[in-house]
């Protein structure tokens, strides 16, 4: 809805025309900032209604409901920033899919989830629950999945930003399409903002150009801007590269908590199998998980789903060469599985332990 807005008023000016239109008076510093709101009031009246609803009307309104109005005005801009975003709901089911067994787990729901869920008991003892997390370890561990099972079992929006959709303007537009993001992000309730492939944004600077520094920069001013507004919003960082993170950022004061996400346990990949073999068609009598769960020692969340998509795959064409039902065994992944290099190496494990040791905090 369009509508004929008055020119920019001076704050004398506002104070005169509220009086005018209302019969209200105010000091002109206190109608200026009354006079937006007025007019915020203005354009959502006009949208719901479908009409221009008029100053004088919008004015009287908002004046004798300021609380109810604010309220209305906010959560009609957040429905509209959670579109654009692109927001998303998760099911709190995926929290399940996780092993209670891997250890990222269990500090995301001690330190995490446990204070949000339980605020009373957060506020009585003082605990402040984090706004700020980073998410690191190799590629495919489960980086992303984590932040989406936590926005799914908080019943939180989730929102994913990559760092192509800050450079679809050009790499000299990062910084300020950053800078309105984490602007929108603020306004935003209830809500995980995650960003992945952090290294790409916020490189040390000592190693930067003069582009990088300042995203980086910009980095360093946004994140403080989140942690002290009073809303419930997480944003949750996660790089394969935690070296390559400028040291500014990775001290106390930006970010809450620095949690490693690493391989997979027994447990954890049974979970995984488990969900993933019942989208197959198994003859169950001829499957034996425990060896599968051996043999993919090494295997990251991404690389077993690979392993199933070729298994899948296989299983497909199999049944269309011979045009009879074929069912997935044990031996189907025997054949399959030499194929797969699973992408954890003894040298990327030993470089993650040192990770641990230097980068780690809860």
């Known amino acids: 809805m369009k509508n004929s807005l008055p020119a920019i008023l001076s704050p004398a ?7 005018e239109i209302s019969g209200a008076r105010f000091e002109p510093e206190i109608a200026a900032d009354l006079w937006q709101k007025i007019l915020k009031h203005k354009w959502l009246m006009s949208e719901k209604l479908g009409r221009d609803t008029g100053l004088r009307t919008a004015c009287i309104d908002f004046l004798e409901n300021q609380d109810q109005a604010l309220r209305e005005y906010m959560d009609y801009r957040r429905k509209d920033i959670l579109s654009d975003m692109g927001a998303q709901r998760i099911s709190g089911a995926i929290w399940s899919t996780i092993s209670e067994s891997e250890p990222p787990k269990q500090l995301v729901q001690r330190r995490i989830i446990l204070p949000l869920k339980e605020e009373g008991l957060s506020r009585k003892h003082g605990v402040t629950p984090p706004k700020t ?14 932040a989406k099972a936590l926005a799914g079992t908080l019943s939180w929006w989730y929102i994913e930003i990559l760092p192509s959709m800050l450079m679809a303007e050009g790499v000299d537009r990062i910084g300020t399409n950053l800078h309105a993001v984490m602007e ?12 992945d492939e ?22 360093l001013k946004q994140v403080p801007l989140l942690k002290n507004h009073c809303n419930k919003v997480l944003l949750i960082c996660a790089t394969n590269h ?11 004061g930006r970010f809450d908590c620095i949690i490693p996400v690493g391989g997979l346990d027994e447990d954890g990949r049974r979970i995984i199998l488990e969900q993933l073999m019942s989208k197959l068609n198994i003859n169950a009598a001829n499957m034996d998980l425990g ?7 090494r295997f990251t969340p991404a690389d077993i789903e690979y392993l199933m998509q070729q298994v899948a795959q296989f299983a497909f064409e199999q049944e269309l060469r011979n045009r009879q039902n074929y069912e997935v065994t044990t031996s189907t992944f025997i054949e399959i599985l030499p194929k ?7 040298e990327i494990i030993e470089e993650f332990q040192k990770d641990i040791i230097t980068y780690s905090r809860v």
């Open 13 to 19: 000016e506002c104070a005169n025309k509220i009086f």
């Open 198 to 219: 952090f290294e790409e944004l916020a490189t040390s600077r000592h190693q930067a150009n003069r582009i990088d520094k300042s995203i980086t920069n910009e980095f």
């Open 242 to 252: 935690i070296r390559l993170l400028d040291d500014a950022l990775l001290r106390p």
């Open 291 to 297: 060896l599968i769960v051996k043999m993919t020692a």
């Open 133 to 146: 997390i980073i998410f690191f370890g190799p590629p495919g561990t489960g980086k992303t999945h984590f």
């Open 340 to 346: 797969i290099r699973p992408s954890l190496t003894d």
């Open 184 to 195: 929108k992000a603020r306004t935003l309730d209830e809500a995980v903002v995650f960003i």
